[in-house]
């Protein structure tokens, strides 16, 4: 059965920092590029990070330089290190990948608020 669980979100002050993590089942993902997307409350859902199969990744202008995606392939995890955290990055933050986002799969996401 496919399945992505995230976790690690919770509530941090302005300049903190949280990792998160994506279990997944179903799904390798060292074998596809897996992404990080968040949505905050009345906006549309953005990606913010990727990681290719080759190791490769991309960010949102908005968390360069603050958020890094990595992967264990021995636990078939994806993360997200997110430094120097901003209120405006307060969202329910999601794994995906293109397998599965195309079939309208999405996990439960975790909470992230970022609040003094």
């Known amino acids: 059965q496919v399945q992505l669980v995230e976790s690690g979100g919770g509530l941090v002050q302005p300049g903190g920092s949280l990792r998160l993590s994506c279990a997944a089942s179903?799904?390798?993902?060292?074998?596809?590029?897996m992404d990080w997307y968040r949505q905050a409350p009345g906006k549309q859902r953005e990606l913010v990070a990727t990681i290719t199969t080759g190791g490769a990744t991309n960010y949102a202008d908005s968390v360069k330089g603050r958020f890094t995606i990595s992967r264990d392939n021995a636990k078939n995890t994806v993360y997200l290190q997110k430094n120097s955290l901003k209120p405006e990055d307060t969202a329910v933050y999601y794994c995906?990948?293109?397998?599965?986002?195309?079939?309208?799969?999405w996990g439960q996401g975790t909470q992230v608020t970022v609040s003094s």
């Open positions: 179903g799904i390798i993902v060292s074998t596809n590029v």
């Open positions: 995906n990948s293109k397998l599965l986002w195309n079939v309208n799969y």
